[in-house]
């Protein structure tokens, strides 16, 4: 394939949608500018190929595919079946999985079809039964009344939200805070690690039905047998969602212990994380939860998205390549860098490092909320975001925490040596913004002073370290 062909696929698109409404073409153009210039350390972000931006880009999207391959509830799926089947296929061979579902919108979606999925395996209800069988019409009021208290009243154990847990392991803002009960184990407050022995004792106290293992904000590897081993002692089904990592294990950066699929009954995961795909989320399973998963639509998700089953099964593709577990390796070489560039500067990390793909850092230690820090770093063309550390006294808006993370600059090309002159920018600013006052003098969590003409200088420097690594360099949008 020519260098060519990307940006004549990506300028043709522009020009076709240019004649329809141009200020979309704008802003695409515009976008892909803007990620070129900034220095990206989000760290649940990364840069797709072409190949998988372009998957997404057809009539694939005109299909409705409700039901799973070969199963539809709509006639005329043969090409959504085959991208469906081979999405699956990719998912099982690179992870190692029995059973593969890839409509998942989301990662939310994702825990969702698995809560389902779960629920509708353990719970003990005659009602349920009948649901299952489509014996709908069968069910009495008695039944449905027994059913919501049934489903309603399940207990889940999950990762603190301040301890890097995420909104969707039983939190209140989101459904599952809702749908159970929910318990959360957090860290040890001087190590900052997972205490597996104070997990053990508060599933012998709560009996969760779910343990959830993973995180969204805990820069460190977790052992999952021992989970699995803690969820095995109380009866639970252990579920773990690897988003955030989900390329650390198909690039075998994660294997035995701290590779999740293995050793839990379900895994769910995003696909645009580490995993470098389009945004989308996946199931995978051990087979008795299979029919289950299968379910998710319409159980609880919408009609499935082919075109980005499509880009789903050539990011997979992608991963299955040997220079993925290079990338994958790169990404935590990098973020031990930046880690290492941040402590020997000074700043204060929580746990004291990473050895994933992710960094906390705890920017109280510069006198400073996540939130200053966070709007100042962006003045200075650094784009990171606050975050909770454990215990945070800012609580969940504010924070006391910036999480940074190496997945996309490392996709650039940039390596060790970029990631310490990434963290002195970083310590630079940090250090030279100050925290603001409210008009009555109190002292505010989001105002915040630095100096402009040293935000501009630390813009342009980011820009200067990024020069050599150009964002798709096949792409010529002129
Ligand atoms: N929003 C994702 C993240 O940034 O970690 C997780 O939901």
Redesign the pocket.
Known sequence: MSRNAESTAFRSALEVIRAVEPRVADAIGAELTDQRESLKLI??ENYASPATLLAMGNWFSDKYAEGTVGRRFYAGCQNVDTVEALAAEHARELFGAAHAYVQPHS?IDANLVAFWAVLADRVESPALKKAQVRQVNDLTEADWFALRRELGNQRMLGMSLDAGG?LTHGFRPNISGKMFDQRSYGTDPATGLIDYDRVAEAAREFKPLILVGGY?AYPRKVNFRILREIADSVGATFMVDM??FAGLVAGKVFTGDFDPVPHAHIVTTTTHKSLRGPRGGMVLCQPELADQVDRGCPMVLGGPLPHVMAAKAVALAEARRPDFADYAQRIVDNSQALAEGLLRRGAKLVTGGTDNHLVLIDVSGYGLTGRQAEQALLDSGIVT?RNSVPQDPNGAWYTSGIRIGTPALTTRGLGTAEMDQTAELMHTVLTATTAGANADGTPSKAKYALDPALADKIARQATDLLTPFPLYPAIDLA
């Open positions: 760290a649940s990662g995420h969204s988003a955030h975001n």
